[in-house]
Nanobody
Framework: QVKLVESGGGLVQPGGSLRLSCAASGSISSMNVVNWYRQAPGKERELVAS???????NYADSVKGRFTISRDNSKNTVYLQMNSLKPEDTAVYYCNIPLYASLNIRWGQGTQVTVAS
């Protein structure tokens, strides 16, 4: 079973940028859709962005125009480029496929993003 591992988080000032990576232990070519989610303290986990196997993307309204999701099947990695970061983007960010997310299983440890001055 393919495992997804998130990395790339950190502390950044408002207006700054980060690029998150979601590295798979095996091929992601068979994963039709890979999503990025986030969970802020005291809040429910929410869907941030999606990318299909052919590169079609979708975004939550709160990040549209600031975040870009992409995938490199040759590297078995999905990325989330985050620009113009705001304090409200502070959260633990996770990647997962929709089926597992709906069953609330196979979540990784996530990567912490903190936006603060």
């Amino acid at each position: 079973q393919v495992k997804l591992v998130e990395s790339g988080g950190g502390l950044v000032q408002p207006g700054g940028s980060l690029r998150l990576s979601c590295a798979a232990s095996g091929s992601i070519s068979s994963m039709n859709v890979v999503n990025w989610y986030r969970q802020a303290p005291g809040k429910e986990r929410e869907l941030v962005a999606s990318v299909t196997e052919i590169g079609t993307t979708n975004y939550a309204d709160s990040v549209k125009g600031r975040f870009t999701i992409s995938r490199d099947n040759s590297k078995n990695t999905v990325y989330l480029q985050m620009n113009s970061l705001k304090p409200e983007d502070t959260a633990v960010y996770y990647c997962n496929i929709p089926l597992y997310a709906s069953l609330n299983i196979r979540w990784g440890q996530g990567t912490q993003v903190t936006v603060a001055s």
